[in-house]
């Protein structure tokens, strides 16, 4: 989706370093979304946020972090306290809840 | 709690054959309703929504899927597949008690032979 961009593509962590996943969006979309993807498991929610400076824990929240200072970004870090970080990272953003997300084309995270 | 279940993980299909794709889910009140396609290394894309009005909704390339409010069924068909629709495909539910967050299905790869 051209409107939200995540970055890197690809990105690789050493042990016991955090690292941080970019997603910015133009869509003026007030909900964000992290999600994880691993083989034949779908989508696991990560983290979301519906509002500036405000978030909360999805499914899978432990060993992650966010932030959401301002609409356009919601930055994903990965804590050395996730100790299966190797997945495809997605992005979403959301206008309400009677509408599709949009997503990223993902970043792929592997442990070096 | 929603859930959806996608009751294949894996669908072969000869090119120029029909498929389903089948998807059920579990709400006790009204929802939104969506597939996904995922092609290898991207995100998600909407291939098409379910809101309100007509149980049958169409997509641009030839996909359909039927609202079935009784069944809690929401399958995905297409009558002639072709090569390039070999994709995962991602059944959701939003609204309702889960509010703004959607609820995805474990997917169906679905693997079109030539």
């Known amino acids: 989706d051209g409107g939200i961009t995540q970055s890197p593509k690809y990105l690789f962590r050493k042990e016991g370093q955090n690292v941080t996943l970019s997603c910015e969006q133009n869509?003026?979309?007030?909900?964000m979304y992290w999600y994880r993807q691993d083989p034949g498991q779908g989508l696991r929610l990560i983290y979301y946020?519906?509002?500036?400076?405000?978030?909360q824990k999805g499914d899978i929240a432990e060993g992650y972090s966010v932030s959401r200072e301002k609409k356009e970004s919601f930055p994903l870090t990965v804590t050395s306290a996730q100790k299966n970080p190797t997945a495809f990272y997605l992005c979403?953003?959301?206008?309400?809840?009677?509408?599709?997300?949009?997503f990223g084309d993902g970043t792929r995270l592997s442990i070096l | 709690a929603q859930s959806v279940t996608q009751l294949d993980s894996q669908v072969p299909v000869f090119e120029e054959a029909p498929v389903e794709l089948r998807c059920n889910y579990s709400?006790?009140?009204?929802?939104?309703l969506f597939w996904y396609v995922q092609y290898p290394n991207q995100g998600l894309q909407l291939l098409l929504k379910?809101?309100?009005?007509?149980?049958l909704v169409e997509s641009i390339n030839g996909f359909e899927a039927e609202f079935n409010k009784s069944q809690t069924s929401f399958h995905l068909r297409k009558p002639s597949v072709h090569i390039s629709d070999t994709a995962e495909y991602f059944c959701?539910?939003?609204?309702?008690?889960?509010?703004?967050?959607?609820?995805f299905g474990a997917g169906t790869r679905l693997f079109v032979k030539a």
């Open positions: 979403a953003t959301q206008n309400s809840d009677n509408q599709p997300q949009h």
């Open positions: 869509l003026n979309h007030d909900a």
């Open positions: 946020s519906q509002i500036v400076n405000d978030f």
């Open positions: 709400s006790s009140v009204s929802v939104y």
């Open positions: 379910y809101l309100s009005g007509s149980t």
């Open positions: 959701a539910v939003s609204g309702g008690s889960g509010g703004f967050k959607t609820i």
